[in-house]
């Protein structure tokens, strides 16, 4: 599985962005997450959904702003970020779960992507 974020840039506070990860066929019985890693902080959860987009989790942070969904003919996973703010800053990552069911965990996480940066500016 090879996994392609695409669509960070830079966006002012207030705006949007949506986020692609191309997958790859392989990953589509996967749950699909996207985390994110700011500068000097670790990495955290940011949304994740399952294998068939039935269920979706996010972090408290982000939830009502951020939406999660996938496309399995296109084997695309998107993350559309609405309502931007300053602190929504970092490198975003899509993965691939072990398992069926989406996951906060990054354990449970068996591929990355190389992340896309977003930039909230103020």
């Known amino acids: 599985v090879q996994l392609q974020a695409s669509g960070g840039g830079l966006v002012p506070t207030g705006g949007s962005l949506r986020l692609s990860c191309a997958a790859g066929r392989t990953a589509s019985n996967n749950g699909m997450g996207w985390f994110r890693q700011a500068p000097g902080k670790e990495r955290e959860f940011v949304a994740t959904?399952?294998?068939?987009?039935?269920?979706?989790n996010y972090a408290d942070s982000v939830k009502g702003r951020f939406t999660i969904s996938r496309d399995r003919v296109k084997n695309t996973v998107y993350l559309q970020m609405n309502s931007l703010k300053v602190e929504d800053t970092a490198v975003y990552y899509c993965?691939?779960?072990?398992?069926?069911?989406?996951?906060?965990?990054?354990?449970?996480?068996?591929?990355w992507g190389q992340g896309t940066l977003v930039t909230v500016s103020s």
């Open positions: 993965a691939a779960s072990r398992y069926a069911r989406g996951s906060s965990q990054a354990g449970a996480y068996v591929k």
């Open positions: 959904l399952d294998w068939n987009g039935a269920n979706t």
